[in-house]
Antibody, heavy 114, light 112 residues
Framework: EVQLVESGGGLVQPGRSLKLSCLASGFTFSNYGMNWIRQAPGKGLEWVASISSSSSYIYYADTVKGRFTISRDNAKNTLYLQMTSLRSEDTALYYC???????WGQGVMVTVSS | DIVMTQGVLPNPVPSGESASITCRSSKSLVYKDGKTYLNWFLQRPGQSPQLLTYWMSTRASGVSDRFSGSGSGTYFTLKISRVRAEDAGVYYCQQVREYPLTFGSGTKLEIK
């Protein structure tokens, strides 16, 4: 069974950093591209970033470009999202999802507030 | 960026009736391989999104055949036949034709 489990969320002050993780199991992680998507409270879905299976191709939404970094460790079956210079508008539930979009994690909440 | 615009449903929809959700893209989602790169998702309250269809009309594994996707290069419809209480939630279309990937704003379906 495919499982994606996010962790690393929490309450953080504006301007600070946070690193999210997504631990994958039940499939060959190194064969799949991965995505981060977020959902602000009561709002819709927003794509954040994508990374190819070997990290050769990386894409970001303009809203996070230059502040967030997506990466992966295929040996550890883990996807990461390093978030810096956090703003209140980054407050959201962050999901990781597999390339084919049929598998999503349960999400991890990030709250940016002083 | 490709803008995705979703329609509104006349809620609530009586159980057993059909519902059609529309989505329009600001650019054709047909790629050079002939496929249309449009996904539909359902997000039930308190749950993660669930993929319903991809390539505009191909149902994801385990998805009921009551869900059917159709459309052209820029106008798309998700039809739900014989709606049930479990179909309630917010439906999102998403284009995966090019980066940045974009979602529609969502269409809420309520069941009576």
């Amino acid at each position: 069974e495919v499982q994606l489990v996010e962790s690393g969320g929490g309450l953080v002050q504006p301007g600070r950093s946070l690193k999210l993780s997504c631990l994958a199991s039940g499939f060959t992680f190194s064969n799949y591209g991965m995505n981060w998507i977020r959902q602000a409270p009561g709002k819709g879905l927003e794509w954040v970033a994508s990374i190819s299976s070997s990290s050769s191709y990386i894409y970001y939404a303009d809203t996070v470009k230059g502040r967030f970094t997506i990466s992966r460790d295929n040996a550890k079956n883990t996807l990461y999202l390093q978030m810096t210079s956090l703003r209140s508008e980054d407050t959201a539930l962050y999901y990781c999802a597999r390339q084919s979009w049929e598998s999503w994690g349960q999400g991890v909440m990030v709250t940016v507030s002083s | 960026d490709i803008v995705m615009t979703q329609g509104v449903l006349p809620n609530p929809v009586p159980s057993g009736e059909s519902a059609s959700i529309t989505c329009r893209s600001s650019k054709s989602l047909v790629y050079k391989d002939g496929k249309t790169y449009l996904n539909w998702f359902l997000q039930r309250p308190g749950q993660s999104p669930q993929l319903l269809t991809y390539w505009m009309s191909t149902r994801a594994s385990g998805v009921s055949d009551r869900f059917s996707g159709s459309g052209s290069g820029t106008y798309f419809t998700l039809k739900i036949s014989r709606v049930r209480a479990e179909d309630a939630g917010v439906y999102y279309c998403q284009q995966v034709r090019e980066y940045p990937l974009t979602f529609g704003s969502g269409t809420k379906l309520e069941i009576k």
